[in-house]
């Protein structure tokens, strides 16, 4: 071989050294997460561990006390079993049968709209029963109100109030606009879907 078929990398000592730093930091970096995702998988098996017993089971297991100490995750944690032995005891109140039957107000309508109609949003609220409330004032007034449930792929959770079903955008603009003179509002604090 002659000398023209390599070539030889030089690297001085604080070159090297640099690279073995860097790989180090990594190996540190990579081990950290490993650890930490480690963690949260071992509460997810422990958490379904906890759902697939019986409530007997779960309520007769008395808490380890905790020493008294600066020991702020560990405190948490605790606060987190009683609230979730808490949430079993009340869940084994609620399953007991009641005498008195449950009468429940009757709901708005919860639909979906047709994707040919357009409608007026009116609001949008992240509890159900706000939403409900709106929906039930407007049907009072006369509209044709529903409420949108979450898709699955909304990042939050809203509960949308919708008024119409309009043939056209004509319609629904013109509905729009007599909506905010009513309301006092802008025409803009509305928004026209399809």
């Known amino acids: 071989m002659?000398?023209?078929?390599?070539?030889e990398l030089q690297l001085s000592s604080s070159q090297l050294i640099l690279i073995f730093i860097a790989?180090?930091?990594?190996?540190?970096?990579?081990?950290?997460?490993?650890v930490s995702v480690g963690k949260k998988q071992g509460k997810i098996v422990e958490e379904t561990q906890l759902a697939g017993k019986p409530a007997e089971q779960i309520i007769e297991q008395k808490p380890v006390p905790q020493k008294e100490s600066g020991d702020p995750i560990g405190q948490e944690l605790e606060s987190h079993k009683k609230a979730g032995e808490d949430k079993v005891q009340q869940e084994k109140i609620e399953a007991e049968p009641i005498v008195k039957p449950k009468v429940e107000p009757p709901k708005p309508t919860?639909?979906?709209?047709s994707q040919n109609a357009y409608?007026?949003?009116?609001?949008?609220?992240?509890?159900?029963q706000n939403a409900n409330k709106l929906a039930e004032e407007y049907k009072q007034k006369g509209y044709n109100a529903v409420v949108?449930?979450?898709?699955?792929?909304?990042?939050?959770?809203?509960?949308?109030?919708?008024?119409?079903?309009y043939a056209t955008r004509a319609l629904a603009e013109d509905?729009?606009?007599k909506l905010a003179q009513q309301e006092n509002k802008k025409e803009t604090d509305y928004l026209i879907i399809r």
């Open 23 to 34: 790989i180090l930091v990594l190996g540190i970096v990579v081990f950290l997460l490993g």
């Open 148 to 165: 949108i449930e979450p898709s699955p792929s909304d990042r939050r959770k809203l509960y949308r109030v919708r008024l119409g079903g």
């Open 110 to 113: 919860v639909s979906s709209p």
């Open 2 to 7: 002659s000398n023209k078929d390599y070539r």
């Open 119 to 128: 409608w007026i949003q009116i609001g949008a609220y992240s509890n159900q």
């Open 175 to 177: 509905a729009r606009d």
